[in-house]
């Protein structure tokens, strides 16, 4: 049994698949919506976002302004939740989980929130703009010592980790290649921001220090010349093996979980044909983002790949006050959730260490579970929720209550079509047998706060 | 006297958050530099409890005084390590960690777990009270249990009716039930949630057969050692305990705000030590109390600002009290960065120290490296 909408085109759970990976998930009001377009013209709507004139950082500020991580976390969760441009806000996130930057060393926030606005603005766009813009921002010039690389003097941070974990990946250059990126980006810094007190953050500003750039001769993969930052860049993307490291991590990101990336120059990608075409298409495009993306939310492989992805602490949050329709207006009293997500182990803004979050089943532990499960059955609560409401009432209407097997089928199609295991579907029919003689709305709130404390309900 | 059947060694570790001035903490009094460095946060003489002719406690520490002169801490001086680092959050990793050099993922005490109990056969061999797992408690594969609060510790704890949430429970063990033929991913999740369900049923247990004429205070830091106390004496099998305090990073308004944390810490390891004593419970316990650094040596008219050289106590019926290594100098030559205490000890050695001689480990691959340990501990 499903609860469709009669003129449908397209079905509600792969909408709704394509909604939790390519954004935070969606009501269920906005998946009967969308099931009335194609799937490619949901698709092609979530790759070119439009100006949201409704998201507005001045009425942010009085709802969850302030100067703590918090302040900045819970604004990003609103955008989150509310964005209809639900893909550019989830390419910041991919960005970030990339281009992990951690909180943790600059202590500046607005340096670090400010690299998440330059991905939100550049994240779907050409992928040497991306890496320029990279090498331009002050978290990571700071984060990677790159202020302390010097005519004379390299740091290697930056331009090793360029390389390394950023674009091309282990074994595809050699220590000679990243002395000399690295002398390349001699001089490129940024100015000190004056300090926070007494008048608040200022940002920190790129700084081209041309008496502190090595301008002498550089062999970069083949190239010679007085190379500069611009120029490593630009060989960098053309490079087969940027493309495959880059459309890996979107696959890593969107479609399934890969090993961690340390492993990736041992390990062959899980489906390496759809590597392929997503590495020719950014390549024959000349680095539009948006081509391999295309591509993989079109893909069978992509469209099949339900509940393969163990969901990140920050995609479980948001995916379960978006379903229960929280927060859809600014309010006091998100930041309580910015801290949600860590105790999951996801601080959001402080990624651990450059190499970014492990994720796939190294994002749980007894601990952080439990912090999952209770988390969504307490938000569930007693289904008072509007987005609960929704469901219940959504549920009875079509026949939920006619038997147990169907009080758990609608109660599964209610939260996005989840495909589970016999014996997660053998005990929710247990239980929903068991509880006959309760009254219809709580039988159908209590079946869908056990199917949140599932465990296929932890993969999205 | 005849010694009952020896008890495993318990390690419990309290963690100070945000930088706990160690030199307003244990203060070197008769040093005028300190005073003049300290126009704001100072201690007065008058006020200093002292010890002997140098040092002395602040006057807030009072009940760690009492535990002092009964001969049951050791204080370890100007502990630190080369280049301390200043930032919070990588200091506080490289404690966790114990390696100040390159980023690691493996915490010190979850190594020390693992050799506790390889099979990892024991979900609460390890038990973090608190919001959060600290990365000291994390590595691969090693089982811990993170507890929130022990009173409303347990799945679906928000299901207030007792019944209901006994059925939703029975199909949360339905649902985590082990099973293999399925994926990586999945049976791993099965197998985690059998594990959590493993923990609370004994967790669950604690609160109601823990009576006791101890009362303490109404803070986070006496709630967590409170849990502590309880749950070791239910006799789980905990091995590591941990525990946090909060909000001693004093930039700001430092005299108030220390007074206060001092008064609930010190208050709470006074009652923690007396609940175990009731309870013949704390011949096997040692608490180890650390923080991630020390604080500058000038205060800034309000606080102090991050430094190095900070202390670390060690604490127990087991434990030679007194003081270990030297005082950080108070001579400017020898400031480190110019500005801050040197540190006289290395935090390897202390944990060395605790891993071989308390809960017999080796250390050596824990704390990478062989440093020189002290030796706190009542001879046997």
């Known amino acids: ?460 | 006297m005849v010694t009952a059947t020896k008890k495993d060694p318990v390690l419990v570790v309290v963690q100070l958050t945000g930088g706990n001035d160690f030199m307003n903490t244990l203060i070197p009094y008769t040093e005028g530099l300190y005073h003049d460095s300290r126009p704001t946060v100072g201690i007065s003489e008058d006020r200093v409890l002292k010890m002997d002719g140098k040092l002395g406690f602040h006057p807030n520490a009072a009940p760690l005084k009492e535990m002092f002169d009964e001969g049951d801490v050791a204080i370890i001086q100007g502990i630190g390590y080369e280049n301390s680092n200043r930032s919070h959050f990588r200091a506080m990793d490289i404690m966790h960690t114990a390696e100040p050099l390159t980023i690691s993922t493996e915490g010190w005490l979850a190594l020390a777990i693992r050799e506790l109990d390889p099979a990892g056969k024991n979900v609460l061999t390890g038990v973090s009270f608190g919001r959060g797992l600290p990365r000291a408690m994390v590595a691969a594969g090693v089982r811990v249990t993170s507890v929130g609060d022990l009173d409303g510790y347990g799945l679906m704890t928000s299901v207030e009716a007792q019944e209901q949430r006994a059925d939703e429970l029975d199909v949360f063990r339905r649902m985590y039930t082990p099973m293999m033929d399925t994926t990586p991913a999945l049976s791993y999740l099965h197998q985690t949630g059998d594990d959590v369900l493993a923990g609370i049923d004994q967790l669950q247990t604690v609160p109601g057969n823990y009576t006791s004429t101890v009362e303490y205070g109404d803070n986070p830091i006496a709630k967590s050692l409170r849990d502590v106390a309880r749950t070791h004496i239910a006799g789980l099998g905990t091995r590591i305990f941990y525990a946090q305090h909060g909000g001693y990073d004093s930039h700001a308004l430092e005299t108030v705000n220390h007074e206060r944390l001092l008064t609930e810490l010190t208050g709470a390891l006074r009652d923690f030590m007396a609940d175990l004593r009731e309870h013949d419970a704390s011949q096997e316990v040692v608490v180890y109390v650390f923080t991630e650094f020390g604080r500058r040596v000038q205060d800034n008219g309000s606080g102090t600002d991050h430094g190095s050289g900070g202390g670390a106590f060690i604490i127990g019926d087991q434990v030679e009290g007194g003081l270990y290594a030297e005082y950080p100098s108070l001579d400017p030559t020898t400031f480190a960065n110019g500005e801050d205490l040197a540190h006289t000890i290395d935090f390897r050695s202390i944990y060395a120290t605790l891993l071989e001689q308390w809960l017999g480990v080796e250390s050596k691959e824990i704390v990478r490296g062989t440093y020189e340990q002290i030796q706190p501990f009542n001879a046997a």
């Open chain 1, 1 to 460: 049994m499903t609860m469709t909408d009669a003129g449908a085109s397209t079905d509600i759970g792969l909408l709704s698949h394509l909604y939790r990976r390519a954004g935070f998930g969606a009501t269920r009001e906005q998946l009967d919506e969308l099931s009335h377009q194609s799937y490619e013209d949901t698709v092609e709507f979530l790759l070119n976002p439009t100006p949201e004139v409704d998201l507005q950082n001045d009425v942010f500020a009085r709802y969850f302004g302030g100067e703590g991580p918090d302040s900045y976390v819970s604004i990003w969760m609103y955008r989150m939740l509310n964005t209809r441009c639900q893909l550019q806000e989830k390419m910041a996130l991919f960005w970030h989980h990339v281009f992990a930057t951690g909180l943790v060393k600059n202590e500046h926030i607005l340096s670090s929130a400010n690299q998440i606005d330059m991905f939100r603005a550049n994240g779907m766009s050409n992928l040497k703009d991306i890496l320029l813009d990279l090498s331009h921002d002050p978290a990571m010039l700071f984060w990677l010592d790159n202020n302390e690389n010097h005519n004379g003097e390299p740091n290697e941070n930056y331009g090793r980790e360029l390389l390394e974990l950023f674009s091309m990946g282990v074994g595809n250059y050699s220590e000679l290649d990243i002395k000399d990126a690295s002398r390349a980006f001699t001089g490129w810094t940024f100015s000190q921001p004056p300090p926070l007190y007494p008048h608040g953050y200022y940002p920190a500003l790129f700084k081209f220090d041309a008496d502190d750039h090595d301008s002498g001769e550089k062999t970069f993969l083949g190239h010679t010349g007085n190379l500069d930052g611009g120029d490593i860049v630009n060989i960098i993307v053309q490079q087969q093996a940027t493309a495959k490291f880059i459309t890996r991590h979107m696959y890593n990101f969107f479609v399934a979980d890969e090993p961690q990336v340390p492993s990736w120059n041992d390990l062959e990608p899980l489906d390496p044909q759809l590597i392929n075409e997503m590495s020719s298409a950014l390549l024959d495009s000349g680095g539009d983002i948006k081509a391999p993306l295309r591509l993989m939310f079109n893909s069978d492989s992509f469209k099949t790949a339900r509940f393969k992805k163990v969901k990140s602490p920050i995609e479980f949050v948001v995916g379960v006050l978006k379903m229960v329709g929280e927060f859809t207006e600014p309010r006091p009293g998100l930041m309580a959730y910015s801290t949600a997500t860590v105790t999951m182990g996801q601080k959001l803004l402080d990624p651990p260490t450059v190499e970014g979050w492990h994720t796939g089943k190294e994002w749980i532990d007894g601990g952080n579970l439990t912090e999952r499960v209770n988390f969504a059955v307490e938000e569930i609560g007693d289904g008072d929720s509007p987005g609960m409401q929704h469901l219940i009432t959504l549920m009875i209407d079509s026949g939920a209550l006619d038997s147990p097997e169907s009080l758990v089928e609608s109660g599964l199609d209610a939260m996005g079509q989840l495909e589970v295991d016999d014996s997660t579907r053998d005990a929710l029919v247990k239980f929903a047998g068991d509880s006959e003689g309760d009254a219809a709305p709580a039988r159908a709130v209590r079946i869908l706060r056990l199917i949140a404390a599932a465990p296929e309900f932890q993969f999205a």
